[in-house]
């Protein structure tokens, strides 16, 4: 069992950053695939970026690559989301997961957090 909170949300103007956090509780952290999605208003929910544990290697959606860092600790049980040249368009509830199986699909995480409000305004 893995329990997932979130933080770190809040109002940005555009070209700002923000940093998210995700905070885990349960002893095998470290043996899931952890992920942040979105979802902006009238959308559905849309994968973000992902963290491989065993080596660290992540992988981002198209529209943020580049802008966005994903990071993860074993140690803390915590995984991190580095936002930056933040768009209106990155307006959205962010929420973190967590799967066993290496995928981008929503249905395949077992876990979520209860999201953070992330709004960038022009």
């Known amino acids: 069992q893995v329990q997932l909170v979130e933080s770190g949300g809040g109002l940005v103007q555009a070209g700002g950053s923000l940093r998210l956090s995700c905070a885990a509780s349960?002893?095998?952290?470290?043996?899931?695939?952890m992920a942040w999605f979105r979802r902006a208003p009238g959308k559905e929910r849309e994968f973000v970026a992902g963290?491989?544990?065993?080596?660290?290697?992540?992988y981002y959606a198209d529209s943020v690559k580049g802008r966005f860092a994903i990071s993860r600790d074993n140690a803390e049980n915590t995984v991190d989301l580095q936002m930056n040249s933040l768009q209106p368009e990155d307006t959205a509830v962010y929420y973190c997961?967590?799967?066993?199986?290496?995928?981008?699909?929503?249905?395949?995480?077992?876990?979520w957090g209860q999201g953070t409000q992330v709004t960038v305004s022009s």
């Open positions: 963290i491989i544990n065993s080596i660290h290697t992540t």
């Open positions: 349960g002893r095998t952290f470290s043996t899931y695939l």
């Open positions: 997961a967590a799967s066993r199986i290496i995928t981008r699909a929503v249905s395949q995480y077992d876990y």
